[in-house]
Nanobody, 123 residues
């Protein structure tokens, strides 16, 4: 059974940093492109960033460029999102998703999703 579990969310002040982690089990992690998505209250889900099987990154959200960095450790079956200079508009539930493909793609093409981790940025 495939499980995708996010961790690392929390409350942080404006300008602070957090590192989210996502551990996937029950699948061959290196066969999957991995993505981070987020959903703020009253808003639609938004793609944040994706990393393909080869480590190539696709930034989905222009608002996070230069502040968020996605990475993966295939040996640990873990995906990361380093978030720096956090802003109140980054407040959302952050989801990790796995796509059985070499490359990234739209959210509807992802096969497995985690339950999400809350990130709250206070002003």
């Amino acid at each position: 059974q495939v499980q995708v579990v996010e961790s690392g969310g929390g409350l942080v002040q404006t300008g602070g940093s957090l590192r989210l982690s996502c551990t996937a089990s029950g699948l061959t992690f290196e066969d999957y492109a991995m993505g981070w998505f987020r959903q703020a209250p009253g808003k639609e889900r938004e793609g944040v960033s994706c990393i393909n099987r080869f480590g190539g990154m696709t930034p989905y959200a222009t608002s996070v460029k230069g502040r968020f960095t996605i990475s993966r450790d295939n040996a640990k079956n873990t995906l990361y999102l380093q978030m720096n200079n956090l802003q109140p508009e980054d407040t959302a539930i952050y989801y990790c998703a796995a796509k059985k493909s070499m490359f990234c793609g739209p959210a509807e093409n992802y096969d497995y999703w985690g339950q999400g981790t809350q990130v709250t940025v206070s002003s």
